[in-house]
């Protein structure tokens, strides 16, 4: 009799087991969604097993990217992309007559795989030219979501996650930069006759690479940001700006809160992507020595001269500062001891700034 309890008991116990176990697998599969601020979605992969969307929200003057499910090989994940905008060329083009018409990036075949080419913008029935930027900096076709700007070969092919996909549009300039190579940009050639430029291919190489994101409101662009002096305010708490902690070189840049009264924390954008402190002619940013694996951001003099590691980049997608020549690497707040480093993108809370004027 004893016996029979026994083994009565043992299945009584597993049976407990088992049924918590389906139940906590039932819902594992379908967890409770938490919508995340659109913000802090950039540069993050969210998994999900439903569909949900988010209509654009939008801050001042200025987007939010929205929130969309995607499919792909690895399964259901988030995207934020951008509202739908068009590329417009700085560089007007004039016709025999003297009429100067506006030039647009446009995919040459919509809905497959083609060229992208230069071309009279439009007013109406511009879907050719419409794109929607995401999180990893490549550009959609509106006419189909699947099909992105390859920069190198200039083309509009299925996206994928490598270099030639992905673009920075750069807050300190007009253009449009690789994110793995800044010194290429999304550029045509102007030079012929206006019929010769029409049609003609977008890629690299190109001497035309100044452009407007339409409408304006979608992006920060140059003309909202304070370039002749402003703080760098860490995003995620906008009472603490980045400052030098000395004018000496190789004195390392801090974490500090606000003060309008202190010219260690203004800084000004030197054409070519040099920022210097505002008062100063001769004190920069640059990226010093590797430190435990990343490389150091420190007061740099003389900076008279620009070059790679004096030449960075404001991603106003991404909302981060980022190297010219190589943006894998991101201005960040390195841990407690709240020294600015350069390290790879990681956390948005530590690695997205704002330009504001003093």
């Known amino acids: 009799m004893n016996n029979i309890m026994w083994i009565l ?15 906590y697998q039932k819902s594992s599969s379908y967890p409770t969604k938490t919508v995340t601020p659109l913000h802090d979605l950039l540069n ?16 001042g003057n200025h987007m939010h990217l929205e929130m969309e499910l995607h499919s792909s090989t690895g399964g259901a994940r988030y995207l934020t992309r951008s509202p739908p905008f068009q590329i417009k060329s700085k560089t007007k083009l004039s016709t025999p007559s003297g009429e100067e018409i506006d030039l647009c990036v446009e995919i040459k075949e919509p809905g497959v795989e083609s060229d992208l080419i230069i071309q009279e913008c439009l007013d109406d029935d511009m879907d050719n030219q419409l794109w929607r930027v995401d999180q990893f900096g490549r ?57 010769e430029v029409k049609g003609s291919r977008v890629g690299i190489g190109g001497s035309a690479r100044q452009w407007s994101i339409v409408p304006s409101g979608v992006f920060l662009s140059k003309e909202d940001l304070p370039l002749d002096k402003f703080f760098i305010k860490l995003k995620a708490d906008q009472s603490m700006c980045i400052a030098a902690s000395d004018l000496k070189r190789r004195s ?4 500090e809160p606000c003060d309008a009264s202190n010219n260690m924390q203004l800084w000004k954008y030197v054409e070519g992507g040099m920022i210097k ?80 004027a003093p």
């Open 252 to 255: 390392p840049l801090v974490l």
């Open 44 to 59: 993050h992969q969210v998994l999900a097993r439903s569909t949900q969307q988010l209509a654009p929200r939008q801050t």
């Open 139 to 195: 550009f959609h076709s509106q006419t189909n979501g699947d099909l992105c700007i390859s920069l190198l070969g200039g083309q509009v092919k299925k996206c994928n996650f490598n270099s030639r996909n992905a673009m920075s549009i750069n807050g300190f300039s007009y253009s449009i930069n690789s994110r793995k190579n800044g010194s290429r940009y999304l550029s045509y050639n102007p030079n012929g006759s206006a019929e």
């Open 9 to 23: 008991t043992v299945f009584a116990i597993l049976a407990t087991f088992f049924s918590a176990a389906f139940v």
């Open 277 to 356: 402190i505002a008062s100063s002619e001769t004190e920069c940013i640059v990226k010093g020595a590797v430190s435990n694996g990343d490389p150091s951001l420190m007061i740099g003099t003389p900076c008279r001269r620009l070059s790679k590691n004096k030449s960075f980049m404001y991603d106003v997608v991404t909302l981060k500062i980022v190297q010219v020549r190589n943006n894998k690497r991101a201005f960040t707040v390195d841990g407690d001891d709240v020294v600015i480093g350069f390290n790879h993108p990681t956390d948005n809370a530590v690695q997205q700034f704002v330009l504001e």
